[in-house]
């Protein structure tokens, strides 16, 4: 019986070429030595988180096939390859090491994750949404529920998707403001999505309603979607009909050409009646899905006027200057009135809604023609200031 230590392990793995002289025997694991005959020695080891089998046989010469046998003798199922001597310039598979022919046989696993082998099976998704449907309960691998992407499986293994059947949305409508050739724009009811957040969600939205309008973004979650308003901000909504108005549309946003105008009903009133607060504004990484403000965040602008208030609360005419996301809201709160009905930023006081509209938006559409379009200020607005209605 040869003796077999991990630093003889590792100079054979030199030898072949396999390693190098960075590693060192601790890169050497769970180093095991047999006889599979009695003039064989067998090293099973892992290098570099793959598993190795070194032979030490003088009468194997070269016979693979006998090569191969002492090892699965030791080790059942094995699949793999006995590797070449490098130094050779014909193909042979034995080297000398401490008076003996040494071969070295390594595992290769016919084993892949599960979100890797169905995204190969089924590439007209994604492997990020196919690990989605795998949490959700939608897969099976040989008529067992799959419970986590990383699960292993083989290229024989059965996979059955069982997806939920897709909702029907044709019959629901948005309120249309104006379209032509080129554009579409809405006026947004509070509570409905502008467009799905991920390949889970199943409710409508904006972009549903755009899919029947535009041949724009199709083969994603948003098409015809220039920028979006909050959930349950109501408002005016510009949408894109082609690709060459999306990137027109898209310039003036990123320009903060486009020029908004926002109604909100805030509880309390503001210290000053018109005012601009420039304050920038940051994503709050103890919440990740809300923002703050913050010296380090990015340059946030709004301007405010009031326009009416009473004991409890104004409305309130906000103008954005940059498009941050959430800015009025976060802006609203940092100065002490914040957005009526505001689950997030609010002050907890009970509202039917959050009580803020896009009102207006002023663009560029083709044909150089400057448009506002202007979407009236709900009911529920007006039930609390008249003025409202005639901003």
Known sequence: MVKISSGDALAVLRRFKVAGDEHTPRHIEQLSVTNPTQVSTLAGFRFQKKQYYVLFDDTAEDDIAYVVDQIVRDGQNLT??????PNDHITTYALPFKGKDVYVFAETSNKIRLDQE???????QSRSTWQKYIKAGYVRVNDELATSP????????????????????????LPILYIDDDVIVINKPAGVLTHAKGVMNDEFTVADFFRRYT???LDTNRPGIIHRLDRETSGVLIGARNQQVAELLQKQFAKRTVKKQYLAIVSGTPKHDKATIDVPILRNQAAPSTFKVDASGKLAQTTYEVMAHDNDSSL?????????THQLRVHMKHIGTPILGDKVYGNGSPAERMYLHAYSLEITIPTSKRMVFTAEAPESFSAKFAGAANV
């Open 80 to 85: 793999g390859e006995v590797l070449q001597n």
């Open 118 to 124: 169905i995204a190969r099976r089924y590439p007209e």
């Open 150 to 173: 990383k699960q292993d499986i083989t290229a024989a293994d059965t996979i059955a998707v069982e997806l939920p059947a897709v909702t029907n949305y044709e019959d629901n409508v």
């Open 215 to 217: 041949n724009w973004g």
């Open 316 to 324: 309130v005419l906000l103008q954005p200057r940059t498009g941050r």
